[in-house]
Nanobody
Framework: QVQLNESGGGLVQAGGSLRLSCVDSGGTFSMNAMGWFRQPPGKEREFVAAVSRVGRRTYYADSVKGRFSVSRDNAKSTMYLEMNRLEPGDTAVYYC????????????????????WGQGTQVTISS
């Protein structure tokens, strides 16, 4: 059973950096394509980044491309989101998501592609 837990959120100034972590304690992490989503205040949840099972393929929303980097360490059952040059528009609750067992090399960008979600971690960027 997939169990996701995010950490690393906080309050930083614009231009700063944060690294989010997502740990899967369910024991099947290496089988799952993973993704990051975020929900800004008053808005719907949106896609941020996705990574394939072994981490060779990644995909980003245009709004974060070149600033954010997604990676994973299957030995630690952990996915990361390195966020640089943060902007006030990045303020949101950030969620990690797991699809479930997937073929190697696949990544997914729709909420409906994912079956498991963490509880979210708040990221606030001050101007």
């Amino acid at each position: 059973q997939v169990q996701l837990n995010e950490s690393g959120g906080g309050l930083v100034q614009a231009g700063g950096s944060l690294r989010l972590s997502c740990v899967d304690s369910g024991g099947t992490f290496s089988m799952n394509a993973m993704g990051w989503f975020r929900q800004p205040p008053g808005k719907e949840r949106e896609f941020v980044a996705a990574v394939s099972r072994v981490g060779r393929r990644t995909y980003y929303a245009d709004s974060v491309k070149g600033r954010f980097s997604v990676s994973r360490d299957n030995a630690k059952s952990t996915m990361y989101l390195e966020m640089n040059r943060l902007e006030p528009g990045d303020t949101a609750v950030y969620y990690c998501a797991a699809r479930g067992p997937t073929v190697t090399g696949a990544y997914y960008i729709r909420e409906s592609d994912y079956g498991y979600w963490g509880q979210g971690t708040q990221v606030t960027i001050s101007s």
